[in-house]
């Protein structure tokens, strides 16, 4: 049997932090960071006697969510207990949702293996409260519990199994991040946790309709490690079921060093979580005139905008999609090509290129940018209108980016001016070629290529600023026999 | 002076703090030099906070002649040992919470204090307020001052004896299946428990969360209502707590009874009831009727359910409250242990005691995959039916009365064997606790020298009705105020 | 319906409740009575009926995203049995 004959089926749970001041159901803060325990209050340590309170930030987060997946947003939504013990749980329950959350039914739509769009459904997504930490290493025989993170709401996002491949589960993956970060309500910060995957996998034979034996593999925290991971355990169950045995329903870790999942050494025993509605919290009730009005703060979604910043700007898909992938940046990139008169498509490649690479050299995020919309718009404008040429632009990218000042005044500062003043180019021109004669002779001769040659001495002589076109033009004038 | 100070009720002794009779601090210490004398016998407290409490009347007697007496200044009560109160111990009757300080107030002992009342101690109860006779807490049980080799009904027995024995003017209690109101009727005192929602659970260590409310053991229906102002109305902290105009109570308790109509439950005078009880309710309702209140029978078809479906939702969400004595955060934890298995399965074995273990497997039994609907869900159904069945009772009356216990106080050790007979004492309060109703029980009478409840249920917010009621028929009486012997 | 041996230490395991051998019978017992007890509501005619969710029938009320708590930890962590450098310590948990 060969791998063709094989279909993966892939289902995501992804859990977000959503971005709030303070925790879902106490006022204790959220920020990330903080000294162990000093963001856990009573309500967080479930100590005897204290009782929780809804967030309304975080239903508002949950519901706006919901608008931009096309999900129903749920009328009557209800807390379940989830009832289990683990050190980093201090209640020993876990306030979620079970049988009534507060989104179904919704959708997303990725580019499938066939490069067709391809509709994912999510079948839920709903809220609860987060775990704390655990300390395994530097106590000796214990572990230490820290239970800032204790409270911090979640949404836990449940697709389909319609996914098909590890590509499309990271594709996947990754519209859910950019989406979050989209609408505001989570940073999708991987590193801190704050956007954490499991992923489903079961293989069956091909026209199959009856689903295998699927195994979980836990918190998968980059896109990379997704796709790995899944890669991996679907060869594996196919091996195995090829080899006459069967897969065994479990939960499995992503070694990435390894680059292989394999079981959690603590075989636990079946939880039966014993969900029940939380009797210390009310059935969370929306009306239609909150859902309306929170559909009206929609902002743009990330399809609309890609398919929008080519039509009204006209460039090219790709860099669409990678300016629309991040609301600050599209947002950014919009500011700077409505400030200059030069081609959309120009300020686009300075923004995913140069800039992109500034910010990921210093490590900053777009908001943090050292160089604002309107003055990159400066800068092109000085290309456009042929001030400067692109190679000069970079230069003057740089010290704007070091601080110095706006396109303009680095330039005047520096003196980078394009030269286009013909005759001075002829001048310098005439001087090179005089400069030059066997190279000239060779090029008379038919070497073409030496054209590359003039031109660097030439540029050489102006400090890179005469005009590029200029100076081509009036070197093959002037070097043609 | 001091002779009678304790055998004033609580609206007595305002009168007197205000009339400069006596001050905060005397009768303070008057009734710690009680509680010292008598609680030996009694062993209604866990623990009895002098200190603070003499304290707490010096800074009454000084607001008091400032002219910032609160509405309870200088007043002497005690807390359930459930609630949490910062600074001192909060047990819950239990070794898991043996020496546990709490770090903050419940809503309830914050609001008391406001109020300027002196808070003589905590109280000994049933552990984590399961049980109906006050023999399952860690510390031994309370002996009920009427015979000292009885139980004062349970949970909220060691409030009840201190009432009844004049340790101290009223006391705070919890009740989820009878527990303030069945001590109440036990010990000859007035046990008021709200509507679910009145009053805040913020800081009442929680039993079962949807059934617990806070409530009022005292000497007289006005007592009640004065204490019930106080702790009743919204809180934020608690999500449970219902948003409601707290009334002037005592100004309702003298509303007329004439045309106020009571409802009996036929199926009440069936049971088990011992006769007298029975006769003494059946006299009471006479008294009423004298008053001119108007006597109807109303049927509650789902009623001898009542008791099996709170031990289904009572033991399951209190399986979950109690989940999180776990011993790494608080509490009780076993020593050297093995692994975290070993940590919680010992610092609980050891923790709890048997009957409260037996509620948690009973509840994790309940919930469990497989059981869930036969048992969870169906015992949400058939509480909605018995709450329905209220609903249409009081569509035709005001007031549903009869007794509050199947019996008088029992010997302790006497229903410790088989759990269902012991589950059985509540079968005439369960069922205010599952449809959230007012509930009152008022002395009524006595069988062998020993005190009867009436009990009086009201519509949801009908707290005023009940008092009026209950008031009407204690100032008919004498009951309210006869003493046990010993503690005259 | 009586429960046996195995259903109760599976209970008791789910509960993380540790019985003494001496309690363990006893408990089988009673807890068999308790559920032979509630059993009675199999009885209940329930078909259409809503489960209660509240007695009063109320709903969520919701509370503005505010940092209300402020760092207290010292005085929580005085009642915590073993504490090391801010952390709640517990034999070391293998994953």
Redesign the interface.
């Known amino acids: 049997m060969s791998a063709a004959d094989w279909e993966a089926v892939i289902g995501l749970e992804i859990h977000t932090q959503l971005a709030?001041?303070?925790k879902i159901f106490?006022?204790?803060?959220t920020a990330y960071g903080?000294?162990?325990?000093?963001?856990?209050?009573?309500v967080d340590?479930g100590?005897p006697g204290v009782l929780p309170?809804?967030?309304?930030?975080?239903?508002r987060m949950a519901c706006l969510f919901g608008l931009a997946i096309d999900a129903s947003i749920a009328r009557?939504s209800?807390f379940a207990r989830k009832n289990y013990?683990y050190?980093d749980l201090p209640k020993g329950y876990q306030i979620s949702q079970y049988e009534l959350p507060i989104v179904e039914r919704g959708e997303l739509w990725i580019e499938g293996d066939d490069g067709e769009d391809k509709r994912i459904g999510i079948t839920r997504a709903h809220l609860e409260e987060d775990a704390g930490k655990?300390?395994?290493e530097g106590?000796?025989?214990?572990?230490?519990?820290?239970?800032n993170r204790a409270g911090t709401p979640l949404i836990e996002i449940v697709s389909e199994p319609d996914l098909r491949s590890a590509r499309e589960a990271a594709a996947y993956m990754r519209k859910i991040h950019t989406l979050v970060r989209y609408l505001g309500i989570s940073d999708g910060n991987m590193q801190e946790g704050s956007f954490r995957c499991d992923a489903n996998v079961s293989v069956r034979r091909r026209g199959e309709t009856a689903l295998g034996t699927r195994a979980e593999i836990k918190n998968l925290n980059s896109f990379r490690f997704v796709e790995k991971a899944i890669n991996y355990e679907i060869e594996r169950q196919i091996e195995l079921l090829e080899d006459g045995a069967s897969v065994v329903q479990e939960t499995r870790?992503y070694d990435a060093a390894k680059d292989e999942t394999r079981g959690?050494?603590?075989k636990e025993?079946a939880n039966?979580y014993?969900y029940f509605?939380d009797p210390d919290?009310?059935?969370?009730?929306i009306d239609d005139e909150f859902v309306e009005s929170l559909r009206g703060s929609l902002p743009e979604l990330p399809d609309a905008k890609r398919r929008r910043l080519v039509d009204d700007y006209g460039i090219r898909g790709e860099d669409a999609a990678i300016i629309a992938s991040n609301r600050a940046l599209a947002d950014y990139f919009e500011a700077a090509a409505r400030a200059t008169g030069a081609a959309a498509q120009l300020v686009a490649n300075w923004v995913t290129g140069d800039l992109a690479a500034a910010l990921n050299r210093d490590g900053l995020d777009i908001e943090a940018s050292r160089i604002g919309a309107a003055d990159l718009a400066g800068l092109i404008e000085r290309i456009d209108d042929a001030t400067i040429s692109g190679k000069i632009a970079k230069e003057v990218f740089e010290a704007m980016w070091a601080g110095e000042g706006s396109a303009d005044a680095i330039i005047d500062a520096r003196g980078l001016r394009q030269i286009t003043d013909s005759g001075a180019i002829e001048a310098i021109v005439d001087a090179v070629i005089a400069a030059n004669p066997s190279q000239v002779a060779e090029y008379r001769a038919g070497k073409d290529k030496l054209i590359g040659y003039f031109v660097g001495q030439v540029m050489k002589e102006t400090g890179g600023k005469a005009n590029p076109a200029q100076v081509n033009a009036i070197l093959r004038q002037k070097l043609s026999p | 002076m001091d002779a009678e100070l304790h055998q004033l009720t609580l609206t007595q002794l305002a009168a007197g703090l205000g009339r400069g009779e006596f001050s905060a601090v005397e009768l303070t210490r008057a009734l710690l030099g009680r509680i010292e004398r008598h609680d030996g016998d009694l062993n209604a407290f866990v623990t009895v906070t002098g200190e603070q409490a003499l304290e707490a009347a010096q800074r009454a007697d000084d607001a008091r002649a400032a002219g910032e007496a609160g509405v309870l200044n200088g007043l002497p009560i005690v807390h359930k040992d459930i609630f949490c109160t910062k600074g001192v111990a909060t047990t819950c009757g239990s070794r898991m919470l043996e020496d546990?300080?709490s770090?903050y107030d419940a809503t309830v002992v914050e609001r008391l204090a406001r109020a300027g009342a002196v808070v003589l101690g905590k109280t000994n109860m049933d552990e984590f307020a399961m049980g109906s006779s006050n023999e399952t807490s860690y510390f031994g049980p309370v002996h009920n001052p009427w015979d000292l080799e009885r139980s004062p009904g349970g949970s909220s027995g060691g409030s009840a004896a201190a009432v009844a024995a004049r340790l101290a003017a009223a006391a705070t209690g919890t009740d989820t299946g009878g527990s303030i109101r069945q001590p109440a009727a036990l010990t000859g005192t007035v046990g008021l428990k709200p509507?679910?929602?009145r009053v805040s659970r913020y800081g009442m260590i929680a039993f079962a969360s949807?059934l617990d409310q806070a409530g009022v053991i005292a000497r007289s229906t006005a007592d009640a209502a004065l204490l019930l102002g106080v702790m009743a109305g919204f809180d934020?902290r608690d999500?449970?707590c219902?948003?409601h105009p707290v009334p002037d109570y005592a100004a309702a308790l003298t509303a007329p009874v004439r045309g106020l109509r009571i409802g009996i439950v036929r199926q009440h005078f069936d049971q088990g009831l011992d006769a007298g009880c029975a006769a003494a309710v059946r006299e009471a309702l006479a008294v009423l009727e004298s008053q001119g209140a108007t006597l109807t029978e109303v049927d509650l078809p789902?009623l001898?359910?009542s008791?099996?479906?709170y031990?289904?939702v009572a033991p399951a969400e209190c399986?979950s409250n109690l989940?999180r004595f776990?011993?790494?955060?608080?509490?009780h934890?076993a020593a050297d242990?093995?692994?975290?298995?070993?940590?919680?399965?010992?610092s609980?074995?050891?923790g709890?005691g048997?009957e409260v273990?037996?509620r948690?497997?009973?509840g994790?039994?309940?919930l469990?995959a497989g059981y869930y609907d036969?048992?969870y869900?169906?015992?949400?159904?058939?509480?909605?039916?018995i709450?329905d069945d209220f609903r249409h009772a009081f569509e035709q009356v005001d007031v549903i009365a009869g007794p509050t216990s199947p019996t008088p106080a029992f010997r302790l050790g006497d229903k410790t064997d088989?759990?269902?007979t012991m589950?059985l004492n509540d079968i005439y309060t369960i069922g205010a606790n599952?449809?959230?109703?007012p509930a009152i029980s008022v002395p009524c009478g006595f069988v062998d020298d020993l005190p009867v409840g009436l009990h009086l249920v009201g519509p949801?917010f009908g707290e005023e009705t009940v008092l009026r009621c209950a008031h009407h028929y204690e100032q008919a009486t004498e009951w309210h105020a006869a003493c046990p012997e010993a503690y005259r | 319906m009586s429960?046996d041996k195995d259903?109760?230490q599976h209970?008791?395991?789910?509960?993380?409740?540790?019985?003494?051998d001496e309690?363990f019978a006893?408990?089988v017992d009673?807890?068999s009575?308790?559920?032979d007890?509630?059993?009675?509501?199999?009885k209940?005619a329930?078909q259409d009926?809503?489960?209660?969710?509240?007695?009063?029938d109320?709903?969520?009320?919701?509370?503005?995203?505010?940092?209300?708590?402020r760092?207290?930890?010292d005085?929580?962590?005085?009642?915590?049995?073993?504490v090391?450098?801010?952390?709640?310590?517990?034999?070391?948990?293998?994953?």
């Open positions: 709030t001041k303070s106490s006022g204790a803060a903080a000294e162990p325990n000093t963001q856990a209050c009573l340590l100590y309170v809804l967030n309304a930030e975080v239903v009557r209800v013990f050190p655990s300390l395994h106590l000796q025989r214990f572990s230490g519990i820290d239970l870790l959690m050494r603590s025993e039966d014993r509605p919290l009310l059935p969370v009730v | 546990f300080v770090p509507t679910y929602g949807s934020p999500s449970t219902i948003e789902n001898d359910l008791v099996p479906t031990y289904v399986s989940s776990d011993g790494v955060r608080f509490g934890r242990p093995a692994d975290l298995m070993d940590l919680y399965c010992r609980r074995g050891e709890f048997a273990k037996r948690i497997m009973t994790t039994y309940v469990s036969a048992y869900l169906k015992a949400q159904k058939v509480r909605q039916l709450a088989d759990p269902i589950y599952l449809a959230g109703l949801h | 429960l259903q109760v209970i008791a395991m789910l509960a993380r409740l540790r019985l003494a309690e006893e408990t009673k807890l009575r308790i559920v007890f509630v059993d009675q509501l199999s209940a329930t009926v809503v489960p209660m969710a509240h007695p009063l109320a709903s969520q009320r919701l509370r503005p995203d505010e940092v209300t708590e760092d207290d930890r005085r929580f962590q005085a009642n915590a049995p073993l090391r450098d801010g952390l709640y310590l517990v034999p070391k948990v293998i994953e």
